[in-house]
């Protein structure tokens, strides 16, 4: 008897320093502390459920608000995506405290005045596996390696010798629209836009990241939208610990789609730093190599300042936020100037005026760039009511004090942009409405305060590729405009909807009419 005593004392201590230390400690114990010390400066919400947090709260809210069905005129979308607006409050992703915030000040201090005392919150590893550990989530020292030798190849006149590229791949788009929209009497055909746009940014961003390897990109791109999707629908499951590891179907899929997009991208890699000649090309896999590789003096030996892991982790950011963001910006932009069919127009004048007849080129889509261009205005106010991104996260390295609210170490704030673009103090009573001759004077003079515009973010931390994605917009929407003009489907239900990004839930079809028809 005393001999199985002591053997069920063996088992019972790891079974409850087991207990405590990953059950009881994380998932009880931190949420009521958490949970107290906040409610002692004011900030309350929805009371913490063992293990699901908030989680369920959430699906249920979404799942009311799903058979919401907006006028096209009606951009506040937001019913369909949240309930919540006002105080900051608490609400908590699985065990996860998670700060929201709706005040431009605390913005700004979290973004930009106090930004290196905060790190990009913790990411789900599924959403990891899609996005990719590269310069939008590295930290500290890591994150100055990788824009230092990232930035080269996001100069203006990096990304102007890139527009050739852009243009073909959209001429392409185009000329098969003009032969669908030719062979029907009328010179009109109805088409998915949304899809079109998909299949086009993902072609430009394989042809100027991967260059001649553009057919394995597409490969990835497949690949990465499948992991969106399980992203998306995995998002809100309540964090079961050690889950993630057990061989169910799921995670069985999300592994295989992990090797296939590693497996893609490391052939595209491989075969670049195999091929013989000078240099690694111009597009941006070749200029991210030729900056991060640099030659010993007196020796052939090469060394790489970022590791084939973490260019495989760069390729899969830029290639996801390459067309998964300018997609959506275009998609957006279609929709409201199929709203708005005397911006439409004014836009088509500017294209002619500015591009001529010719395709747009660097020099041509450099004159739209400018703040007093329409084109950006509209491009700026699609950003600023279907921003592709809703809200921006971030977590303290310390206990630090934001305002006159403490926030403790690793509490996740979030930054919920889609609601901050809709404030009425900042923005004017227009706010919910679609002006671009609010950007007229430029960005900083759009609001009240100079970064109101949270699209791209603020601070240190800001899209680095965000002059790419707007040239690249430009470019095709210069194309589309001159050579048609478009209106929404009778068959369009406008139903904006978070899907890791803000998308048209039934998507976005379109009937295109040629202007000479």
Known sequence: MASL??????????????????????????????AKRLREQGIRGPPYKFLKGCNEDVKKMKDAADDLVLDVHDHNYLPRITNVDGEPFVYWFGAKPRICIFNYEWARQILSSKSGHFLKNDTTPT?????????????????????????????????????????????????????????????????????????????IISHTAFGSSYKLGIEAFHAQKELQEIAVKSLLNVQIPGFSYLPTKGNWRKLTLEKKLRGTLMQIIQSRLSSKGSGYGSDLLGLMLEACIATDQGREQHQLSLSIDEIIHECKTFFFAGHET????????????????????????????????????????????????????????????????????????????????????????????????????????????????????????????????????????????????????????????????????????????????????????????????
Not at 17 to 23: A, E, G, M, T, V
Not at 410 to 436: C, L, Q, V, Y
Not at 491 to 514: E, I, M, S, W
């Open 5 to 34: 005593a002591l053997v069920f004392l063996a088992l019972l201590l790891p079974t409850i320093s087991w207990l405590w230390d990953y059950i009881i400690v994380p998932h009880i114990w931190r949420p009521y502390i958490a």
């Open 127 to 203: 959403v990891l596996a899609l996005l990719g550990k590269g310069l939008v989530l590295v930290e500290g020292i890591d994150w100055e390696r990788h824009r230092r030798v990232i930035n080269p190849a996001f100069t203006m006149d990096k990304i102007k010798m890139m527009t050739k590229t852009m243009v073909a791949c959209a001429q392409n788009m185009v000329k098969e629209l003009e032969d669908q929209a030719s062979s029907n009497k009328n010179g009109e055909t109805q088409v998915e836009l949304d899809k079109q746009f998909q299949e086009l940014t993902a072609d």
């Open 326 to 517: 300018t997609s959506l910006l275009l998609t957006w932009t279609v929709f409201l100037l199929s709203v708005y069919p005397e911006w439409q127009a004014r836009l088509r004048l500017e294209a002619l005026r500015e591009c001529g007849k010719e395709n747009p080129n660097g020099d041509n889509l450099s004159k739209l760039k400018e703040a007093r261009k329409l084109m950006s205005m509209v491009f700026l106010e699609t950003l600023r009511l279907y921003g592709p991104a809703l809200f921006l996260q971030r977590k303290p390295l310390t206990d630090i004090t934001v305002g006159e609210t403490k926030i403790p170490k690793d509490h996740a704030i979030i930054i919920p942009s889609a609601i901050m673009h809709r404030d009425k103090e900042i923005w004017g009573d227009d706010t919910d409405e679609f002006n671009p001759l609010r950007f007229q004077n430029g960005v900083t003079r759009a609001a009240k305060v100079p970064h109101a515009l949270l699209a791209f973010s603020i601070g240190p931390r800001s899209c680095i590729r965000q002059n790419f994605a707007m040239l690249e917009a430009k470019s095709v929407m210069a194309m589309i405009l001159k050579k048609f003009s478009f209106t929404l489907s009778p068959n369009y239900v406008h139903a904006p909807v978070d899907l890791l990004t803000l998308q048209p839930k039934f998507g976005l079809p379109v009937v295109l009419r040629l202007l000479d028809a």
